[in-house]
């Protein structure tokens, strides 16, 4: 049974706050950012924070640190996000995937001569390294598994399985708006242990009924003496860059990340960005911290309500419930089984059908409305006529309708002679989507002016 945890590139502890009532007992924790080193001091001093996780194989193999039951962790993304270079292992911080088995072999190797089952692995990342050009997740889940030499395949599966000689290794993409909160962030979840322990009881379920699909709802409401509208029942992933990098992209062009309120548009705060993971109000408010400090350690956090299940189910790994042999469903190999999952609904056998979708079988569908709020909203979040002005610029036809009525409307607040000044810096033809949007806005301009 899992009880004692350890935790690697722990950031602000999503896991922590995840698993708080359940039981389990922290024995460390290892983070080097500077903000998130704040936020563990204060919340929870009573955790040692081991710092760079490069050191701790050696820490644990002297036993100046314990080897618990779990280690979990989710190495830096950036190697492998599709908004990062994508440099896979040849980015120091992509090697720190590898570095991540150098702990829990370390820790293996204590537990042996302490009589202990294996340590369980738990490892967190975008879905972006399932596709890495340098093999990364297949050099990660081999090496895990306890293989000689990686498998490789040009994209690994969403959701799969594989039973190495030294460890049962199973991951699921699984997207965050399904479980209570709008957003949607797909996530990769791998879970690994001994040869006694089944991962797939964890992060597989039994497929008994038609999976729900999200609801729609109302996108404009009264709140807190406020009046708000939405673009969408969730929002896009959240990002670490939202602090500072929020207008050239996807979500600025749907607007999911974006909230009027009172006829302005802005940003989201800080506090509804806690909300979106599924922190408590405030849980990065620290005396002095600087917005940006706090967008970011949350868009680098793990969503809560995600981790919570998952915790919820750790222990059914020591199960043996669900039986997967069905030759169908694997490769005739030697030393190892490999199961492709990336049906999603995947068929067993006549009485096993088994959900590796990104959905769960019991959904919470989160409310933008619990989200938004008027409290805490400095006036930098508010969008200014020339910023929405050029949103619509880049997004061109790609702007949500009712987005690009909302921006052109306040960007109509600019003077004629600054919109010819900055449509003249990129000049088009009379036709394109850029001659079209300026001749818009200057009409609501001369329109207002009237």
Request: net charge neutral.
């Amino acid at each position: 049974m899992i009880r004692t945890i350890g935790s690697l590139c722990s950031g602000i502890e999503s896991g922590t706050v995840a698993w708080r009532d359940m039981g389990f007992e922290y024995e460390w924790y290892s983070e080097i950012a500077p903000f998130p080193n704040k936020i563990l001091e204060m919340k929870y001093p009573n955790v040692s924070n081991l710092g760079d996780m490069v050191n701790i194989p050696q820490m644990i193999l002297e036993k100046s640190v314990t080897a618990p039951d779990l280690i979990c962790g989710g190495t830096p993304c950036q190697a492998f996000s599709f908004a990062g270079f994508q440099s896979g292992l040849k980015d120091d911080r992509g090697n720190l995937t590898l570095r991540f088995i150098d702990v829990i072999n370390a820790s293996d190797s204590v537990r042996k001569q302490e009589g202990k089952d294996t340590t369980a692995a738990f490892w967190e990342n975008v879905e972006g390294v399932l596709s890495d050009k340098t093999n990364a997740f297949g050099c990660f889940v081999s090496h895990l598994a306890g293989l000689s030499k990686p498998l490789e395949a040009a994209k690994w599966p969403k959701a799969g399985l594989l039973r190495g000689p030294q460890r049962n290794v199973a991951w699921r993409v699984i997207d965050a708006k399904y479980f209570g909160v709008p957003q949607q962030r797909k996530r990769l979840y791998v879970l690994a242990g001994g040869k006694e322990f089944s991962p797939e009881n964890v992060l597989f379920e039994l497929h008994t009924k038609e999976l729900e699909k999200y609801p729609k709802q109302e996108l404009i409401f009264d709140k807190e003496g406020h009046h708000f509208e939405v673009f969408r029942e969730y929002t896009d992933c959240l990002y670490a860059a939202y602090g500072t990098k929020w207008n050239g992209n996807a979500a600025a062009n749907n607007g999911s990340l974006f909230v009027v309120q009172d006829g302005k548009i802005r940003r989201l705060s800080p506090l509804e960005c806690e909300r979106l993971m599924g922190f408590d109000d405030g849980y990065t408010d620290l005396p002095k911290a600087r917005r940006t400090e706090r967008y970011t350690a949350i868009g680098n956090a793990w969503a809560v309500p995600v981790i919570r299940w998952i915790g919820g189910r750790i222990n059914n790994g020591f199960e043996r419930t669900v039986c997967i042999s069905d030759p169908q469903m694997k490769l005739p190999l030697k030393d190892y089984d490999y199961f492709d999952f990336s049906d999603g609904i995947c068929k067993i056998s006549d009485q096993v059908t088994l959900n590796c979708s990104d959905q769960p079988e019991e959904s919470r569908f989160g409310n933008m409305r619990d989200i938004v709020s008027a409290k805490d909203v400095p006036d930098k979040l508010y969008l200014t006529p020339v910023a929405c002005y050029g949103i619509l610029r880049r997004g061109k036809d790609r702007v949500n309708p009712r987005l690009k009525e909302v921006l052109t409307d306040i960007a109509s607040e600019m003077s004629v002679e600054e919109i010819e000044k900055r449509s003249a810096r990129q000049p088009r033809g009379k036709n394109s989507g850029m001659a079209k949007m300026t001749k818009q806005v200057k009409k609501q301009i001369l329109h207002t002016e009237d």
